[in-house]
């Protein structure tokens, strides 16, 4: 399947391509004044103005409640989120970003267009749509396995 007998794998190729990716955001974000790991990246993912519950980041995350916890719990202490009532159910909690978590947020987004015009100077246009469209495809189609 590789490109030779000592390629590596499609899998590893792309799992490798993720962690550097989480990695230059983490650096980047981190250069600009926010102190975060690329594991945070799970939550600030998934948080727009409305906030998010946290079972519900867990879920689609794909790590347990309490391991979600454990980095909003981190977030928390740095600043980043907060969790309020959720409006529509008085029990529940959302996780919402700060001010602080905004401006991350922000940084972040930054950081993202700079990779991916990286992208496009190294693929082309043609290319980074392509692996784009491949991307798509494979994330359409989760369970080919």
Known sequence: MGDGDDAPDTLTLLSSAHLLVSRLVAEGVAAAGHPIRPSH??????????????????????????????????LESMGYVERTPDPTDRRAKLIVL????????????????????????????DGHRTLRRLLRRILDKPDGA
Do not use: W, Y
């Open 41 to 74: 990246s799970l939550v600030f993912g998934q948080l727009g103005p409305e906030g998010a519950r946290l079972t519900g980041m867990a879920r689609v995350a794909n790590v347990t409640p309490q391991a979600m916890s454990e980095l909003v719990d981190e």
């Open 98 to 125: 700060t001010e602080r978590g905004r401006a991350c947020s922000r940084d972040g987004a930054e950081i993202v267009h700079r990779i991916e015009a990286h992208l496009t100077d190294l693929l082309g246009k």
